[in-house]
């Protein structure tokens, strides 16, 4: 019932099934290397995700617990009630837990099965049986069972739609909210893959090193993010083939005779570049092949 109010499937789907693609599960899916959060670069799963003392985050759960209580109002839910639900949700956002002897023994069945089912998932929409209970015996008329349950899912509504305004909050905070930032945090992300490449020249063999830009802050700045993600795609495969190459025949250290060629003539110069072009489009068509 609740989630047919909300218009965004997809997203709602990865909330409710505990498949959001947070860094820790990029990261378990082999997509990126940390697992850390952007705002404080500890370990970031759902959990951490609604947790995190991040000063965005704080404002999110402020902004939470008053859309709830809105609901609960609307609702026309037992204040004892709705103090509970806030309270309790509130404890556990800041704990991780919520202590059943901080509340009246009345609550306390509801906590009991809320704390099984797990906190984390009341974000996901799972809710107790125990609350919409309480709802009825709290209720001043004699509700039937189905009003306890479209207050319920007036409940899940509120909560998942929240969980996806944090979801999009946290992609602004993670891939930019602009164009221009979106540019420059992705290729900020690029960067230390672009540099293991560049730290790996002197490894590579010394006819291959024509791969590499000769400098690399000019190749950078001028290159966008889309330029250096093809440039990785295309050369970091060929640079790991370079590399073994050059330590089976066992040549690690010996200097490149082109470089000295080079400083002959320029018509050296022009003769090796060719080469080198030459040299270069045989190693992509090789590791293109090679990958497919």
């Known amino acids: 019932m609740a989630a047919q109010q909300i218009h965004n499937p997809v997203l709602l789907t990865k ?6 693609p947070t860094a820790s599960t990029l990261q378990k899916w082999n997509y990126q290397e940390t697992d850390e959060c952007v705002l404080c670069h500890q370990h970031e799963d759902r959990d951490h995700l609604i947790r995190c003392n991040g ?9 939470f617990i008053v859309a709830l209580r809105k609901t609960l109002i609307k609702k026309k839910t037992h204040w004892q009630l709705s103090d509970v639900i806030c309270t309790s949700l509130t404890e556990w956002m ?10 009246h023994e009345d609550f306390h069945l509801a906590i009991t099965a809320q704390n099984k089912i797990g906190w984390r ?10 609350w919409l209970n309480l709802h009825d015996l709290f209720s001043n008329n004699k509700c039937k069972h189905s009003q306890s349950y479209v207050w319920g899912a007036s409940i899940v509504e509120t909560t998942l739609q929240l969980m996806i305004d944090l979801w999009n909050l946290r992609n602004e905070e993670v891939h930019g909210k602009t164009a221009n930032e979106k540019e420059q945090k992705r290729k900020h992300r690029l960067l230390k893959k672009i540099d293991e490449c560049f730290a790996k020249i002197t490894e590579m063999r010394p006819s291959d090193r024509c791969l590499m830009p000769e400098n690399r802050d000019t ?6 993010s889309n330029d250096l993600a093809e440039w990785l795609a295309s050369h970091q495969k060929m640079i790991k083939n370079s590399i073994d190459k050059w330590k089976k025949r066992s040549e690690k250290g010996s200097r490149n005779i082109g470089d000295c060629l080079k400083t002959f003539s320029a018509k050296n110069k022009e003769i090796l570049e060719n080469i080198y072009t030459r040299h270069r489009d ?4 090789d590791a293109w092949n090679k990958k497919k």
């Open 15 to 20: 909330v409710c099934n505990d498949i959001l």
């Open 55 to 63: 000063t965005s985050r704080l404002l999110w759960r402020i902004k």
């Open 94 to 103: 800041d704990e991780g837990y919520v202590d059943i002897r901080n509340y």
């Open 121 to 130: 998932n009341f974000f996901a929409g799972k809710i107790s049986q125990q």
């Open 219 to 224: 190749f950078v700045e001028s290159s966008t």
């Open 282 to 285: 045989r190693l992509m068509h």
